[in-house]
């Protein structure tokens, strides 16, 4: 199988303007205008290139890091199903203590309001009513949130990592480690609203780094010229209190859709297995007209079938995330790779301050910062368009405000059409792939006409 897969397709105008309504409020241009013939230009124009590569590398890097985070909490949460399903063991006991708590206070207004003969009234009755349904209530909370926190370690061989927000890991690990809730001060079980309700805070590690000499009254040369090594000298916890029910901590960690990836991985190994034959016996190209070029019809047909399976909720599951079995780039990861993208991520970037949009090297020169001293120096390269300092460029910010509209189901630029169309794209193309380098190794022939193109690396996709 090929390494890399383009994606087809455009990213559609009226998308982009939906995103670019988003940008405009955050990026106006104030600088100066430049020459347009100036070294600005040409400079910027060359490390376009460059800078995309640069940008898509930072964010398989925070993919491979994202996915190491949870690889303990994973742990953490297979430990806890083990507890509380396989062993049957109790819930912790702030849950208890919660529990008990609540029904201490309820038997409490319970008591207010019971009388019997004369004292008694219509009100009382009901508020006695209410509050019995209330007990029931938080017995039922109590035992939801056991089956949740079980349903949670069933499914942590199959979260989706890409819908797992960040920010929502650590506290999450740090509550649902039962075995150690009742040892961490951190952590608190109370009802709030009728509902059993966790807060954890302090659940990140910090690190103060830095280098200490060690006092000596021996003199060592050796010691003013050997740079010193920074190293951890102290540990601390930070984290501001968040707050989950079980229900929601289950929600906050969804599950991959497996029959999706069935769905796609049947069609790639059906087209290895009809490439094998087609080319054993000799039979033309499924993909290709007789002249060797593309045959549309076919093609779109297969790219339609795979469109048309595309719901919201199918296509939310699959955009962020490696397909199972099929070691390829995730959809919304390969948009990365589409040069329309940036170009109208920069065409979309900056107005000037009567709302006219801003010339190319106009933007360039505002983007200039990494020179002497971060001062402008006439050129544009990789290190103007992507921040590695943990920030964002504006150029950064843009591409991902693009792509999230053509991948976040929640952004108000997206559409559904369009992103289905382009990863049926994404996929029929792999198909194709999977199914030509099949067809070519059992003796399957390449016209003229195919060959020049694929020398070229002109394609459908290439837009």
């Known amino acids: 199988m090929a390494s890399a897969i383009n994606i087809g397709g455009t990213a559609d105008q009226t998308l982009i303007r939906g995103a670019e309504k988003i940008a405009k409020k955050e990026y106006v241009f104030t600088k100066p205008k430049v020459d347009r013939g100036s070294a600005v230009l040409e400079s910027a124009i060359s490390s376009i290139s460059s800078g995309i590569g640069a940008i898509k590398m930072k964010k398989e890097q925070l993919e491979v890091e994202h996915e190491k985070q949870l690889e303990p909490f994973q742990d953490i949460a297979d430990n806890m199903y083990t507890k509380l399903s396989g062993q049957q063991e109790p819930l912790p006991q702030k849950v208890v203590d919660a529990v008990e708590g609540e029904i201490k206070r309820l038997q409490d207004e319970f008591n207010e309001v019971n009388a019997v003969g004369k004292g008694d009234t219509r009100e009382k009755e009901r508020a006695r009513t209410k509050i019995t349904a209330e007990l029931t209530r938080v017995t039922n909370e109590a035992i939801n949130a056991r089956a949740n926190f079980i349903k949670i370690g069933q499914s942590a061989g199959n979260w989706n990592s890409s819908l797992i927000d960040s920010n929502n890991i650590n506290p999450l690990k740090s509550i649902l480690d039962v075995e150690n809730m009742d040892k961490n001060d951190n952590i608190s079980a109370e009802f709030v609203g009728g509902k059993l309700t966790f807060t954890t805070k302090n659940y990140n590690t910090g690190q103060v780094r830095g280098h200490v000499e060690k006092a000596t009254d021996v003199y060592d040369p050796k010691a003013e010229i050997t740079p010193s090594k920074d190293e951890v000298i102290k540990e601390y916890q930070h984290g501001d209190a968040m707050s989950f029910t079980a229900a929601q901590m289950l929600e906050a960690l969804p599950q991959k859709n497996l029959q999706t990836d069935a769905f796609i991985l049947k069609g790639n190994n059906d087209f290895t297995s009809q490439g094998i034959n087609d080319g054993r016996y000799g039979n033309p190209n499924y993909f290709r007209n007789v002249d060797g070029t593309l045959n549309n019809r076919v093609y779109d047909d297969e790219k339609n079938a795979f469109a048309g399976e595309m ?153």
Request: glycine residues 8%; hydrophobic residues 35%; aromatic residues 10%.
């Open 311 to 463: 719901t919201k909720d199918v296509f939310k599951d699959i955009q962020g995330r490696r397909v199972d079995k099929i070691g390829m780039p995730s959809f919304s990861m390969a948009l990365r790779d589409r040069i329309d993208i940036p170009m109208a991520a920069l065409d979309n970037m900056f107005l000037d301050d009567s709302g006219e949009r801003v010339q190319y090297a106009d933007l360039f020169a505002s983007m200039d910062s990494t020179g002497p001293k971060g001062e402008p120096d006439g050129f544009i390269t990789k290190e103007d368009l992507v921040d590695y300092k943990g920030g964002s460029t504006a150029f950064e910010k843009n591409i991902d405000e693009i792509i999230n509209a053509l991948t976040d189901v929640n952004h108000p630029a997206f559409n559904l059409d369009t992103s289905a169309n382009m990863i049926a794209d994404y996929y029929t193309n792999m198909k194709m792939q999977s199914y030509e380098n099949r067809y070519y190794a059992y003796g399957g022939k390449k016209t003229r006409e195919e060959d020049i193109e694929v020398k070229k690396g002109a394609s459908k996709f290439n837009k």
